[in-house]
Nanobody, 123 residues
Framework: QVQLVESGGGSVQAGGSLRLSCAASRYTYGSMGWFRQAPGKEREGVACIHTGGGSTYYSDSVKGRFTISQDNAKNTLYLQMNSLKPEDTAMYYC??????????????????WGQGTQVTVSS
C-alpha cells in the first residue's frame, strides 16, 4: 500500500505560481503523475514522471509552464506551476503505480491516489 498526501494548493491570480507537493508513504518504483479535475469535466493527466529514470511528460495545456520533479530522499513528488491561468482551476491529484501505469498519464492505469488539493486561479 502507498498513501499519498497532496498539499500546496490555494488561490492565486492569473500569472501567479504555486508549488504542489505529494508526500508518499514509501518510494514507488514505477510512475507518478499529477492529474486535475475541474467541475463538470473528466479527470485529466497533466504531468508524470518515471520514478526510476526520471523521464517526464507534460500535456500540451501545461507544457512550458508546469514542472514535475521528485525528491526520492523525501518520497515527495512536486508540481511547480508557473504562469497560471484561470483554466488551470481544478482539484489536483497525485497518483502512483508500480505495475501498469506509465506516461502519458492515464487515469485508469494508476492505482494509488491522493485526496486532492484545490487550485483556484482568478483573472
Amino acid at each position: 500500500q502507498v498513501q499519498l498526501v497532496e498539499s500546496g494548493g490555494g488561490s492565486v491570480q492569473a500569472g501567479g505560481s504555486l508549488r504542489l507537493s505529494c508526500a508518499a508513504s514509501r518510494y514507488t518504483y514505477g510512475s507518478m503523475g499529477w492529474f486535475r479535475q475541474a467541475p463538470g469535466k473528466e479527470r485529466e493527466g497533466v504531468a508524470c514522471i518515471h520514478t526510476g529514470g526520471g523521464s517526464t511528460y507534460y500535456s500540451d495545456s501545461v507544457k512550458g509552464r508546469f514542472t514535475i520533479s521528485q525528491d526520492n530522499a523525501k518520497n515527495t513528488l512536486y508540481l511547480q506551476m508557473n504562469s497560471l491561468k484561470p483554466e488551470d482551476t481544478a482539484m489536483y491529484y497525485c497518483a502512483a503505480d508500480s505495475v501498469v501505469a506509465g506516461c502519458p498519464p492515464l487515469v485508469y492505469e494508476y492505482y494509488y491516489w491522493g485526496q486532492g488539493t484545490q487550485v483556484t486561479v482568478s483573472s
